[in-house]
């Protein structure tokens, strides 16, 4: 008798320069990763929401902000979990310049249907001008017993030690830095597991860079 043997779905990965994509969803228990790279702000604050209803479904957002100017980056995100055994984490890495700002509430949801479910949120912040400001405002609501959730959050500036250390090496004070931005832009990117995607977010971010750290 043959046994069965059980395979991993594929996991479906979308890459956009829209934070709409965050809206994105299947009905199906394929493994979702959404990536967000935004260079441009917006007017007003935007809202989105996700209803896991299918059981082990699993998604994965990562959000990639590079603020400049004056521009606004202000956005509310919520999860509700509401199958058991799902799985939802948001990565948001930002980099703020000039007089910038990013505005963030995130709400995590675990509904009592939603047994074994597991939801997590982080936000870390670059601050690359003093005029930068950043917020970040997670809530968590876990009315399962055995469901797992937190957030952190973080803003600080490049640091110094990694900075005199690509100095020491012969690297020029520019380059050093854009290395570092560019490394802390892309440090949660271990997660996504479609190589071809990391390459193409890889290409993304440099070419924004390159153009905005001038």
């Not at 590079?66 to 919520?78: L, M, P, R, V």
């Not at 939801?119 to 009315?143: D, F, G």
């Not at 959730?149 to 110094?160: E, Q």
Request: glycine content about 2%; hydrophobic content about 35%.
């Amino acid at each position: 008798m043959k046994k069965s043997i059980m395979h991993k779905p594929a996991q479906k990965t979308i890459i956009s320069d829209d934070i709409s994509c965050m809206n994105t969803f299947t009905n199906d228990d394929q493994p979702l990763t959404i990536v967000a790279v935004l260079d441009k702000g917006w007017k007003g604050t935007k809202t989105f929401s996700l209803n896991l209803k299918n059981k082990n479904k699993n998604v994965n957002f990562f959000i990639i902000i590079i603020a400049k100017n004056s521009e606004e980056f202000s956005f509310n995100t919520e999860v509700i979990h509401e199958a058991p055994n799902t799985k939802s984490h948001y990565y948001i890495r930002s980099i703020l310049l000039d007089n910038s700002k990013v505005t963030y509430k995130g709400l995590l949801s675990i509904k009592k249907t939603a047994k074994s479910s597991e939801s997590y949120l982080s936000h870390h912040s670059l601050l690359l001008s003093q005029n930068a400001k950043v917020e970040t405002i997670p809530s968590l609501e876990i009315e399962a017993n055995d469901a797992s959730a937190g957030h952190s959050a973080s803003m600080g500036k490049i640091d110094d030690e990694m900075m005199f250390y690509l100095l020491s090496r012969g690297i020029d004070e520019k380059t050093s830095k854009d290395i570092l931005i560019k490394a802390f832009l892309e440090k949660d990117f271990d997660k996504i597991e479609d190589e071809n995607a990391k390459k193409i977010l890889d290409e993304k971010i440099e070419k924004i860079l390159k153009k905005t750290l001038k």
